[in-house]
C-alpha cells in the first residue's frame, strides 16, 4: 500500500509586508523534494484532472521553493501588500510522485500611518 506524506505546515510570523513559516513531513517513505506556493487564492484543488500534484496546482500560484533538502523545512517571504490575504501550500512529494500537502492563509497586518505625519498634514 502505498503512504501518502503527512505535511504539517506552521506560520510563525505575520507583518504587513513579510510572512515566516516552516513545516514537516511524517509518513513518507521515499522522500523526493518539497514545493512550496504563495498565491492571492486558494492553490490546491484535489478536484482537478490529473493525478500528479502539478495537475492540481492553481495558475496564479508563485512557486517559492523546490528542494531534495527534507532538512530545509523554513522560509521567509518579504514584499507582500499590507492588509492582503495569502495562501500558502507546502507540498512533499516521493520519488513515485505520491504526495500530500498543507495549505493555509493569513492575512498580512494593515500598515499604520505614522501619526506624526498624520497630525502636520492637518495644519
Do not use: C
Not at 23 to 38: A, D, P
Not at 88 to 101: L, M, P, T, W
Amino acid at each position: 500500500k502505498q503512504t501518502t506524506p503527512k505535511v504539517s505546515l506552521k506560520i510563525d510570523q505575520v507583518t504587513s509586508d513579510s510572512v515566516d513559516f516552516h513545516w514537516g513531513v511524517t509518513n513518507t517513505s521515499h522522500f523526493g523534494r518539497f514545493k512550496v506556493y504563495i498565491s492571492k487564492s486558494p492553490i490546491v484543488d484535489m478536484f482537478r484532472d490529473g493525478v500528479t500534484y502539478d495537475k492540481k496546482i492553481s495558475g496564479e500560484a508563485k512557486l517559492l521553493v523546490s528542494t531534495q533538502n527534507i532538512r530545509n523545512t523554513y522560509h521567509r517571504v518579504n514584499n507582500l501588500e499590507s492588509g492582503t490575504t495569502y495562501y500558502i501550500v507546502v507540498i512533499s512529494i516521493e520519488r513515485n510522485q505520491v504526495f500530500g500537502y498543507s495549505e493555509m492563509s493569513f492575512e498580512t497586518l494593515v500598515e499604520l500611518e505614522d501619526e506624526d505625519e498624520l497630525s502636520e498634514s492637518t495644519i
